[in-house]
């Protein structure tokens, strides 16, 4: 099973929304994490309200920090500006995501970064998930 790590600095909003789009889109066949260079205390509540309007739920969820284990268990790490916070190992795939950053926005700034983060996520489905 394919895995996909998503990391931006604070895991707050953009690597959410994504994880959430990729669990929500692909189920159970490819594995899903998100972690943070340097995670916030919470959730953006704009990210979560974002994604609940679109009927995902990700209010369970928790920052994460960045770890070497994780970049090392995950096939595919997409960065959304943590920079050089990334370590690279050979072998993996890594893609940086430009996206606004949805942090002290308002929901009518969030929606096009939420759906954004779909479309990029449905491509990332139709390569991991050929036959899919």
Not at 62 to 67: A, S
């Amino acid at each position: 099973m394919p895995s996909v790590l998503f990391v931006c600095v604070h895991n707050a909003g953009r690597s959410q929304m994504a994880a959430g789009w990729l669990s929500h889109l692909a189920g159970d066949r490819i594995e899903v994490r998100s972690a943070g260079s340097a995670p916030a205390d919470q959730i953006n509540p704009v990210a979560v309200e974002a994604m609940r309007e679109v009927g995902i739920d990700i209010t369970a969820e928790r920052p994460k920090v960045l770890t070497v284990d994780a970049v090392q268990a995950s096939d595919v790490v997409i960065t959304m500006g943590c920079g050089d916070a990334c370590p690279v190992f050979p072998g993996k795939r890594y893609e940086d995501w430009k996206l606004d950053d949805p942090a002290g926005q308002g929901i009518e700034a969030v929606r096009p970064i939420r759906d954004e983060i779909r479309t990029r996520i449905e491509q990332l489905i139709k390569e991991l998930l050929p036959s899919g």
